[in-house]
């Protein structure tokens, strides 16, 4: 079972960045389809953006269009969530996904499209 692991979440201020990092654990024989969701206190996790195999095609929820970046690592199944000008409202646990992707067009967006999933990293924007 290949597990994801993130990294990169911390304690910043309103208009900062922060870079999160996720990567599987073991080598697997599969190239992963990945994305990015977060969970904020209270609320259902949610979809923040999502990455083909080869990193050609991505996708964003409106929410963070334009403030976030999703990139694929040099390293296979790596991938990575640039975060600028974040703001209180960006506050969540945010959790790494990834599924065998068999086309390099496949992208997913929702949560049960996913088979494996990281533990999660929090991010806390401070006003």
């Known amino acids: 079972q290949v597990q994801l692991v993130e990294s990169g979440g911390g304690l910043v201020q309103a208009g900062g960045s922060l870079r999160l990092s996720c990567a599987a654990s073991?080598?697997?024989?599969?190239?992963?389809?990945m994305g990015w969701f977060r969970q904020a206190p209270g609320k259902e996790r949610e979809f923040v953006a999502a990455?083909?195999?080869?990193?050609?095609?991505?996708r964003y929820a409106d929410s963070v269009k334009g403030r976030f970046t999703v990139t694929r690592g040099n390293a296979e199944n790596t991938m990575y969530l640039q975060m600028n000008n974040l703001a209180p409202e960006d506050t969540a646990v945010y959790y790494c996904?990834?599924?065998?992707?068999?086309?390099?067009?496949?992208?997913?967006?929702?949560?049960?499209?996913?088979?494996?999933w990281g533990q999660g990293t929090q991010v806390t924007v401070s006003s």
């Open positions: 073991e080598r697997t024989a599969s190239r992963l389809a």
């Open positions: 996904a990834g599924r065998p992707a068999y086309l390099n067009s496949d992208i997913y967006l929702t949560e049960g499209q996913y088979n494996y």
């Open positions: 990455i083909n195999w080869s990193g050609g095609s991505t």
